[in-house]
């Protein structure tokens, strides 16, 4: 029997000293590792599970720093430059542009807008900027602006609706529902349109709205409407007539609500009536253009008939006629005041339009 001889075997002190550390060292890992063994047991993972799961996050964690790196020395963007160029070298740049939904908007300044990304590669296109710009536009109250690949821009426009003209000191102006100016027109042009007027008008339109809504009926016969003071409304309708509102939303609509009523009755507008005043509460003033002059004028014609007459019979040679005379003076004087009572209290029935 062969027999192996080791040399340079180690001794028993070397050989003791080996064990007590292997001791020492699967001492300490139960010690230390317990805790840490009672958490990977928690878990509903088996360990080849979690290995992948801690192979998968140190991956996540270097591409998240690569990423920051290459963000820093600006390869994303070189990289979508380069990408944007390839795309326009195949053809998917903008060559054409598509406007839709417009009907009074000028599409010249909508392509205006919109050429200015011709033949930029379609990456590149802003859309939301360009939207942006389009809202800047008068007559348009929406728009969307997508991509038609590989070479067209499709523009869609939702435009505002004329509502009304708005009467200003040098011109007059096309507004919308919300006051919002659309473009200057010409007076032929808004002669079938509502006409506002007076300092901050535009600012009251919807106010008005619903003012008119009120009275249905009056509604289509209302043909001006003036903002009196920065407080009230003086509607003028197609007959030249006009209506003195109260102040406030309620008074002026209930007022309104009673002439429309008033007018389907006794058939105010069309007569002879120029202004109704309802200013006042449960009362309309009414005037009627010339009564007073009218009248100033018939009772002017009969005082001097009277004041002949009087002339006459003292020419007579009357026994009274000092007597007389004096009595034709005073009824002179006394015709005299018909007149101007006539007068004043005409001018205490004309209201002023304020």
Known sequence: MSQTIRRKASGARKAAARQGKARKVNAARARTGSAFDAVLEALPFSDEQLHRIFVATILALAAIAAWIVASMAGLPALAGQQFAAVAADAGFAVHRVDVRGVNHLNELKVYEKALAERDAAMPQVDLERLRDELLQLSWVEDARVSRQLPDTLVIDIVERKPHAVLRKPDRLVLIDAQGHELEPVSSRAARDRLVISGPGAGARVEDLTALLDAAPALKPQVAEAEWVGNRRWNLKFG??????????????????????????????????????????????????????????????AAAAAKAQAAAERADAGSDGAGSDGVGSDGAGTGKATKPEKAAASGRAGQRDNT
């Open 239 to 300: 007959t030249g007539q006009v209506l003195a509102l109260p102040e406030g939303e309620k008074q002026s609509a209930g007022a309104l609500i009673a002439f429309a009523r008033l007018d389907g009755v006794n058939r105010l507008l069309g007569g002879k009536v120029a202004a109704f005043d309802m200013r006042a509460p449960d009362r309309i003033y009414l005037r009627v253009p010339g009564r007073t002059d009218e009248e100033a004028r018939a009772a002017g």
